[in-house]
């Protein structure tokens, strides 16, 4: 079956680092892949989309990169906020349809 | 412009009610979708409406969820009756064109059930 891993561990990095979060999936082929930010208590909130044919994307300071190679995205947050703390969620689509990872915890140190 | 609204946001029944989510998607978005968090699992995928027509429902899991979109506007998601596992998140999300063809795929802020 389709199975998305993300780092289960929580990231803590410190303040003006940069954060790169990793997104695995086996059993599937994507034709996109969305991240995800969700904050304690909200709804996900949509980051960034990268297509199949694309290898990197960026907005401000987030860039994510798919290998469909390797079955696996990063996702880059540079120059790290405390602001940017919360879960980043990975979601592989195709067939109008999502499958999330299970998320991966940032923590942003002052 | 209003995002993906929901309602009601918290939700404590008991089991054997009847609980009735409703979604108000973005306007304009054709494509609502329905996902879940239960406790401790993934967000998971629970079916797609394209204007009024069920395009997916593979993910709905059992025959106690009830999902309609009379008219092609809001959305409303019946759990009847509720049982204990249904306690979870719900959220609602809608998309101007078809996922399959990278389109966002924007969520509201959810509705949390809990069923005692």
């Known amino acids: 079956s389709q199975k998305i891993e993300q780092n289960s561990e929580a990231l803590n990095i410190q303040e003006g680092k940069t954060a790169t979060l990793t997104c695995n999936y086996t059993?599937?082929?994507?034709?996109?892949l969305q991240w995800y930010r969700q904050d304690p208590g909200r709804g996900p909130v949509f980051l960034l989309l990268?297509?199949?044919?694309?290898k990197e994307k960026r907005k401000e300071r987030l860039k994510v990169t798919f290998d469909t190679t390797l079955k696996q995205s990063l996702f880059h947050i540079t120059a790290s906020q405390p602001a940017d703390s919360a879960t980043y969620l990975c979601?592989?689509?195709?067939?109008?349809?999502?499958?999330f990872g299970a998320g991966t915890r940032l923590a942003v140190h002052p | 412009e209003a995002g993906v609204t929901q309602f009601p946001s918290h939700s404590v029944i008991e089991k054997g009610q009847t609980v009735t989510l409703r979604c108000d998607p973005i306007?304009?978005?054709?494509?609502l979708y329905w996902y879940r968090r239960v406790m401790g699992k993934e967000i998971k995928f629970l079916l797609h409406?394209?204007?009024?027509?069920?395009?997916?429902e593979s993910g709905m899991p059992n025959n106690r969820f009830l999902a309609e979109r009379t008219g092609g506007t809001y959305s409303t998601l019946k759990v009847q009756p509720a049982e204990l596992e249904d306690s979870g998140v719900y959220f609602c999300?809608?998309?101007?064109?078809?996922?399959?063809?990278?389109?966002?795929?924007?969520f509201g802020e959810g509705s949390w059930l809990t069923v005692v």
């Open positions: 999300a809608s998309s101007y064109g078809q996922g399959s063809s990278g389109n966002t795929i924007y």
């Open positions: 059993n599937y082929s994507p034709a996109y």
């Open positions: 990268i297509r199949e044919n694309e």
């Open positions: 979601a592989p689509g195709g067939y109008n349809k999502l499958i």
């Open positions: 306007s304009g978005h054709d494509n």
């Open positions: 409406f394209v204007k009024e027509s069920k395009q997916d």
